[in-house]
């Protein structure tokens, strides 16, 4: 199930209509444990087999603990009508910090690809609906926005073409090709990696 599931998430396209089909970037990071992302998608996916169960999480970010008495209770509280409204996920806090987690428990015996499927479109309208439930819309955006940042430079490293990191934002990003391109020159400035008009320049 282990290999199944992996399979399921890397192999896609990046027009499909189902959000398992689309070709997620899968990193394991250790035995069992695995992170994927895809720039269009607005989470980070966790990936854990245990032996009976295949737990798919997403850390929302925001650690409860520290906040004020009256902050954690509204969090708290729209966590809970939120539990009781969304089908398969739970709002749940996990470490030392009350870090909020959106989690999806599937089990292994009976898992298909639809279902896999189904518990990912209920991670992303979870992660909407707790964005609006706490009117952090900006402060997500920016997240989000930052994320791609650190995928168009890990790009850069492994040695991308300006070609290449265009493409990459018009086709996974969903930014029209003048976008990229502006978004691009400013990433690239801000490493301090400079390029010639008309010629693109692989980076190391």
Do not use: C
Not at 1 to 18: H, Y
Not at 28 to 50: D, R, T
Not at 93 to 99: A, T, V
């Amino acid at each position: 199930m282990e290999e199944q599931v992996i399979q399921w998430l890397r192999e896609g396209r990046d027009d499909a209509q189902d959000i398992v089909d689309l070709p997620w970037n899968v990193k394991k990071i250790e035995e069992h444990f695995y992170i994927a992302e895809y720039p269009k998608m607005p989470f980070v996916l966790n990936i854990l087999f245990s032996e009976e169960f295949v737990h798919l999480m997403v850390p929302f970010g925001l650690e409860t603990t520290a906040l004020p008495l009256e902050e954690r209770l509204k969090i708290y509280h729209a966590m809970l009508v939120l539990n009781d409204k969304i089908n398969l996920l739970k709002f749940t806090l996990s470490g030392i910090n009350d870090e909020i987690i959106l989690r999806v428990d599937l089990d292994r015996k009976t898992l298909g690809k639809a279902e896999f499927n189904d518990a990912l479109t209920a991670l992303l309208i979870g992660i909407n609906e707790l964005v609006r439930a706490l009117k952090v819309e900006e402060d997500f955006a920016q997240a989000v926005f930052e994320r791609i940042v650190l995928m168009l430079i890990d790009r850069i490293q492994r040695g991308a073409t300006r070609d290449d990191l265009i493409k990459f934002l018009v086709v996974k990003v969903g930014m029209s090709k003048e976008e990229a391109e502006k978004f691009i020159d400013e990433i690239l400035r801000s490493q301090g990696i400079s390029k010639k008009k008309g010629i693109d320049i692989g980076y190391i």
